[in-house]
């Protein structure tokens, strides 16, 4: 979460939790990466959690760790694994092949900011009670439409209402999050995604 290491532990576990039994409960291996996405979430901000801590504990070196780790899931896994996980899901074949596009940008964005992590050092802080990940490479107005395109937009496609309705919401808690705290975009938006 992206208001103290507690909360954070607790939205992370709790995810966790909600993923396993997810997982748990699927009917079908299509079924599988979409309900792995709470499990995903809470390795994030379990990860965010132990970076909070750090601020308090002179850790540098796990600080460092964590921060890419975070940085590596929120930048990286999600605009590839979305579209995907969404695609997997889907039997009509012009959605399909709609989902492959999103995959495509998503793989496209991801990778890039990958290569933007490796070649920039990320560096985490506290600004106004959040954590502000100093990415200036994420927020690029091409990266940023190619992110939401595969990470909200992707969902509009699938022919499962429940997925839309996810999609919708994860838009709507984007601009939530960029007027709660532009400069903690990253922190704030995944915290309201994962709910």
Not at 99 to 107: V, Y
Not at 121 to 144: K, R, T, W
Not at 157 to 186: I, K, P, Q, T
């Amino acid at each position: 979460m992206c208001f103290s290491a507690s909360a954070s532990f607790i939205a992370g576990t709790s995810l966790s939790a909600i993923g396993v039994a997810a997982l748990r409960n699927t009917q079908s291996r299509a079924e599988q990466p979409l309900a792995m996405m709470p499990l995903l979430f809470g390795v994030q901000q379990l990860t965010e959690g132990v970076i909070w801590l750090t601020f308090s504990h002179d850790a540098p070196l796990l600080k460092q760790t964590m921060t890419y780790v975070y940085s590596g899931l929120s930048h990286v896994l999600w605009p590839m694994y979305v579209p995907f996980a969404i695609g997997v899901l889907e039997a009509v074949r012009w959605r399909r092949r709609t989902l492959f596009a999103f995959e495509a940008a998503g793989m496209a964005v991801g990778l890039y900011l990958l290569y933007a992590m490796i070649a920039r050092p990320l560096v985490a802080e506290v600004v106004g009670g959040h954590i502000v990940y100093d990415s200036p490479h994420f927020y690029l107005v091409p990266v940023m439409v190619l992110y939401l395109a595969a990470t909200c937009v992707s969902a509009f496609f699938s022919s499962h209402g429940f997925v839309r309705l996810c999609g919708v919401l994860s838009l709507l808690s984007f601009l939530a999050a960029y007027v709660v705290h532009v400069g903690a975009l990253v922190s704030i938006w995944c915290f309201f995604a994962a709910i």
